[in-house]
């Protein structure tokens, strides 16, 4: 017997969409394929897009959460993230603040600190700007 599924699912900011075939028998197998559709539009497609968001860094680690989506995400420390990190630490007004940031980036699969994964990350290309005092209106998810 031959079954066929379609599902959509989401895990850390990413939309998956999968085809899993299976084929039912004594020992059960099964094979599957997947498709990453990225939340920020164009992130994962190659090069960097201008992406506009909230960074906050605490305990040696940030997250940004992207204006559009309201998606947050934990930022690598390459690229461009220790212009990205000084420019923060020099304007905060106190630890782990949010301010809002404009940067060159993408969105790449790397492997957390600590817990499963991958997980969607990102990846700080080119810093451009901190905004103090601004904020984006982030949606709810």
Do not use: H
Request: glycine share 12%; charged share 20%.
């Amino acid at each position: 017997m031959v079954l066929a599924v379609l599902c959509i699912r989401e895990f850390n900011g990413v939309r998956n969409v999968c085809l899993y075939l299976a084929l039912m028998s004594l020992f059960g197998f099964g094979w599957g394929c997947s498709l990453n559709e990225p939340d920020v539009a164009g992130a994962e497609s190659g090069g960097p897009i201008v992406i506009r968001g909230m960074y906050r860094y605490l305990a040696d680690a940030a997250i940004f959460t992207d204006c559009k989506t309201g998606k947050s995400y934990p930022v690598a420390m390459e690229g461009d993230n220790r212009t990205l990190e000084g420019a923060y630490l020099a304007t905060r007004n106190q630890p782990g603040e949010s301010l809002l940031v404009t940067l060159e980036g993408r969105i790449v699969e790397r492997m957390p600190m600590e817990g499963p994964g991958p997980v969607a990350t990102l990846l700080p290309e080119k810093f451009l700007n901190i905004s103090p005092g601004e904020s984006c209106d982030v949606p709810s998810r």
